[in-house]
């Protein structure tokens, strides 16, 4: 079985950081983050949809598809445990 992203980060490994960060933060806090990083995930799919839209047409095709193939993808899983984590925090915070 898998553990969560907020279990990893609890037992001190990837996303600690960001856990001890916002683990004593007010709910609305919390709220905002998880509002902010959703939105992140949104325009990193439309990078990934439409990336001359983000990036310039000058640019390498290999750094190009390195970013709509690599780069942004990573990023997204990583704001998805982000959310996750900071789920978790809120469930915590109000049983």
Do not use: C
Not at 5 to 18: D, N, P, Q, T
Not at 70 to 94: G, H, M, R, S, V
């Amino acid at each position: 079985m898998k553990s969560s992203a907020y279990e990893i980060a609890k037992s001190g490994g990837r996303h600690a950081g960001f856990l001890l960060g916002h683990a004593t933060k007010s709910t609305g806090e919390v709220t905002r983050a998880i509002r902010s990083l959703r939105n992140q995930v949104e325009v990193h799919r439309d990078k990934i949809a439409n990336p001359l839209k983000w990036v310039s047409p000058e640019l390498p095709e290999r750094q190009l598809s390195h970013l709509v193939n690599q780069y942004w993808p990573k990023e997204i899983a990583n704001f998805t445990e982000q959310i996750e984590i900071l789920e978790q925090i809120l469930a915590e915070a109000d049983p």
